[in-house]
């Protein structure tokens, strides 16, 4: 994706608005399985006390307005940017989003290595195989 980014930059100039996205990514084969360990992960986090995270955040600031109602897992938006399917429905959604002009991706994972490896193994080389959506 930073390549093609890079192509696209030499022949069009800099984005105007260029943007990053902080998410919570759960990724397995089907989109079932990924949704039942959704739902196990939101109930664990009933578990956490949260409000240590919360100290010193705008409560303005639109993240909070836009998902203060959205069940989430995960800091900074979590799960509500929907990075949470099947390994090619959470391509599909990431290489929408680099379309759409994020550059920067701030990814989440529980627990971190087991999940991270799970990540490159099986959703970013499905990234890679995607066409840009525009362009």
């Known amino acids: 994706m930073a390549m093609r980014h890079h192509e696209r930059c030499d022949a069009e100039g800099p984005p105007t608005d260029p943007a990053g996205l ?47 109602n959205v069940p989430r897992v995960g800091t900074n938006g979590g799960t509500a940017a929907g990075l949470v399917g099947s390994y090619d429905t959470v391509a599909r959604r990431l290489r929408a989003f680099a379309d759409a002009g994020v550059e920067l991706f701030m ?29």
Not at 29 to 58: C, F, I, M, N, Y
Not at 107 to 135: H, I, K, N, S, Y
């Open 22 to 68: 902080a998410a919570f990514v759960i990724a397995r084969p089907t989109d079932e399985e990924a949704t039942t360990e959704h739902q196990r992960l939101l109930e664990l986090s009933t578990l956490d006390d949260r409000s240590a995270l919360a100290a010193g955040v705008d409560p303005k600031a639109a993240m909070f307005k836009v998902n203060q």
């Open 107 to 135: 990814l989440q994972f529980q627990p971190l290595e087991a999940e991270l490896d799970r990540f490159a193994t099986e959703v970013l080389p499905r990234v890679r195989l995607l066409e840009p959506v525009r362009g």
